[in-house]
């Protein structure tokens, strides 16, 4: 038998963009940010208690910003996406960031009164 939970990771900052001098400039910028943000999702992930030991796990995100203007889901996708994928591995919600474990799906981008990152989380468990 199966099951599906839904759970929500919510923190208030966004993930810089893929374009900041800070990332593209080196590797070390990329891994400082990509560090960072699976810390703060590790937690989350513990904080809103999800479940150990699934069979799947899909995720979207969407990131609110303060500032309206363009933006390229791709400039942010790329860092939530591992960081999300080695977090669910290190907690033990998945065994590997694989395919096979992890889906990441859609980054969507809105124009709020608030810079925040929900990530909506489906872990399929087997029992």
Same mark, same amino acid.
């Given at each position: +038998?199966?099951?599906? #939970?839904?759970? @929500?990771? /919510?923190?208030?900052?966004? *993930? *810089? #963009? +893929?374009?900041?001098?800070?990332?593209? #400039?080196? @590797?070390?910028?990329? %891994?400082? %940010? $990509?560090?960072?943000?699976?810390?703060? =999702?590790? +937690?989350?992930?513990?904080?809103? &208690?999800? *479940?150990?030991?699934? !069979?799947?796990?899909?995720?979207?995100?969407?990131? &609110?910003? $303060?500032?309206?203007?363009?933006?390229?889901?791709?400039?942010?996708?790329?860092? /939530?996406?591992?960081? =999300?994928?080695?977090? =669910? &591995?290190?907690?033990?919600? /998945? !065994?590997?960031?694989? *395919?096979?474990?992890?889906?990441?799906?859609?980054?969507? =981008?809105?124009?709020?009164?608030?810079?925040?990152?929900?990530?909506? /989380?489906?872990?399929?468990? &087997? #029992?």
């Amino acid at each position: +038998m199966t099951g599906v #939970s839904r759970h @929500w990771l /919510i923190y208030d900052d966004v *993930p *810089p #963009s +893929m374009n900041t001098n800070a990332i593209r #400039s080196n @590797w070390r910028g990329f %891994h400082k %940010h $990509k560090k960072r943000w699976q810390e703060l =999702l590790g +937690m989350l992930l513990l904080k809103e &208690q999800v *479940p150990k030991g699934a !069979a799947h796990v899909r995720a979207n995100a969407a990131l &609110q910003f $303060k500032v309206r203007r363009k933006r390229d889901e791709g400039n942010f996708r790329v860092l /939530i996406e591992k960081a =999300l994928g080695d977090a =669910l &591995q290190e907690v033990g919600v /998945i !065994a590997d960031d694989t *395919p096979e474990f992890y889906k990441f799906g859609t980054v969507a =981008l809105l124009d709020e009164d608030v810079n925040r990152t929900t990530i909506v /989380i489906e872990v399929t468990r &087997q #029992s």
